[in-house]
C-alpha cells in the first residue's frame, strides 16, 4: 500500500533482497577461495614434512602415488625459465578475480571463481615466498597420477575453474546471474 502519495508502491524489500543475494554469493566466492588456499597451503606443508626422503609413496598402486617435488614453471613444468612472468601472471589473475567479485550474481560463478582465486594465491605464495627467492620461487607439486605431471591443490583448483567457466559459458550463465535469453 501506497503510505505517501506519489512514493514507489515497491518497497526496498527488493533492493535488500538483491543486496542479501550479492553478500550471499561473495561470501561463498570467499568461502571457496579461503578453502581452497588454507588446503592448499596446508597440504603443502605436510608434503614437504612428510615426503622429504625422495621416494613416492603410494596410495593407491601406481593408481596415485605422492612424491615432492619443486616446480620453477607452469603447468607439466613448461617456461621453467620465465617464473617472474608467471607470478606477475598470477598476480593478474588475482586482480581481476578481486575485480569481478563485485559483479557476482551467480552462484556457480561465485565457485569457479572462488577456485580459481584460491589456487592463484596458493601457488602465487609459492613463487614470492619460497626458495629460490622472491618472485621466482618454486611451487610444491606431490599429487602424482599414471602418466600426468605431478600437481597440487592450487593446480586442482584452477583446472576445476576452468572446466567450470566453460560450461557455465556454453549454458549461457552470465557472471551477473542472467542468462542468455533470460532475465
Request: proline residues 4%.
Given at each position: 500500500m501506497?503510505?505517501?502519495p506519489?512514493?514507489s508502491?515497491s ?11 550479492h ?11 579461503t578453502i ?8 603443502k606443508?605436510?608434503?614437504e614434512?612428510?615426503l ?7 596410495v593407491?598402486?601406481d ?7 619443486y ?24 586482480g ?6 563485485s559483479r ?13 582465486l ?12 619460497r626458495?629460490?627467492?622472491p618472485f ?15 600437481f597440487?591443490i ?11 567457466f ?5 549454458r ?7 542468462r542468455d535469453?533470460?532475465?
Amino acid at each position: 500500500m501506497q503510505t505517501t502519495p506519489g512514493t514507489s508502491l515497491s518497497s526496498d524489500s527488493t533492493a535488500e533482497y538483491d543486496t542479501a543475494r550479492h553478500l550471499s554469493r561473495f561470501s561463498v566466492w570467499v568461502a571457496v577461495a579461503t578453502i581452497v588456499y588454507v588446503l592448499d597451503q596446508g597440504s603443502k606443508w605436510w608434503a614437504e614434512q612428510a615426503l622429504s626422503g625422495g621416494a613416492p609413496r603410494e596410495v593407491l598402486g601406481d593408481l596415485l602415488q605422492l612424491r615432492l617435488t619443486y616446480n620453477p614453471g607452469a603447468a607439466f613444468s613448461v617456461g621453467t625459465g620465465y617464473t617472474i612472468a608467471l607470478t606477475v601472471i598470477a598476480l593478474v589473475v588475482i586482480g581481476v578475480c578481486l575485480t569481478l567479485a563485485s559483479r557476482l550474481g551467480s552462484t556457480s560463478w561465485a565457485v569457479a571463481l572462488g577456485l580459481l582465486l584460491g589456487g592463484a594465491l596458493g601457488n602465487v605464495t609459492d613463487r614470492i615466498f619460497r626458495a629460490p627467492s622472491p618472485f621466482r620461487g618454486h611451487v610444491v607439486d606431490f599429487i602424482e597420477l599414471p602418466s600426468w605431471p605431478v600437481f597440487n591443490i592450487a593446480d586442482s583448483a584452477i583446472s576445476v575453474a576452468a572446466v567450470l567457466f566453460v560450461v557455465l559459458s556454453l549454458r549461457g550463465v552470465h557472471l551477473d546471474g542472467t542468462r542468455d535469453g533470460r532475465p
